[in-house]
C-alpha cells in the first residue's frame, strides 16, 4: 500500500513541475472590465468582480434576434441586460435582469424583471465562456469571450493564487 502511494506522489511532483502544467485559473478582481465576442460586432460585457462577497456583477450590451428587429437603426432593438451572482473558483453562475420602461430625463421609474441565467465560466485572465438561457424569449446558447484590454492586476492575482497553492 505504501508503494502505490509513492508513485502517486512522484507522479504529482511530475505534473507539477512539469512545463505548461498550471493550476486551476481562478475568479479575481482583476477580471473586471470589457470583455466581447469578436463575431458579434458593438456587443458585448461589462463587468465587476466583488471578492469580499464571491459576487459577479455585469452589463450585457446586445441586440434582439434578428427575426425580432423592425428598424435595426433604432434604440428599440438595443437589448441591456444586467446580471448578479455568486462565484467559486472559475465558474460565476448569474441571475438575468433585463430593464424596460424607462425615459431619458423622466422620472417615471422604469421595470425590472428576472428573465434568465448565466453560467461564465474563466479559462484565464483574457478567455472565458458564457453560456446563457433567457426562456420567456427563447434564447439560450454559448460563446466565447475575450477581454478588451490586457488585465497586468488580474494576472498578478492569479500568479499569487498560484504560488499560495
Known sequence: MQQTSAKYFFLLILLVAEPGFTQDFEINQGLSGGWFEPATTGQGLYLEVYPPRNLV????????????????????????????????????????????????????????????????????????????????????????????ARSALCEQLANQSDSSQ
Do not use: K
Not at 458564457?130 to 426562456?135: F, H, L, S
Open 57 to 148: 456583477h455585469l452589463g450585457w450590451f446586445t441586440y434582439l434576434p434578428a427575426g425580432q428587429i423592425t428598424n435595426p437603426d433604432t434604440p428599440s432593438s438595443q437589448r441591456w441586460y444586467t446580471a448578479l451572482g455568486e462565484y467559486e473558483g472559475t465558474t460565476a453562475t448569474l441571475t438575468v435582469y433585463e430593464t424596460t420602461g424607462g425615459r431619458f430625463d423622466v422620472p417615471q421609474p422604469p421595470l425590472t424583471l428576472e428573465v434568465g441565467e448565466i453560467i461564465l465560466v474563466f479559462e484565464s485572465c483574457s478567455a472565458a465562456t458564457m453560456t446563457y438561457e433567457i426562456p420567456g424569449e427563447s434564447l439560450a446558447g454559448e460563446f466565447e469571450l475575450i477581454r478588451l
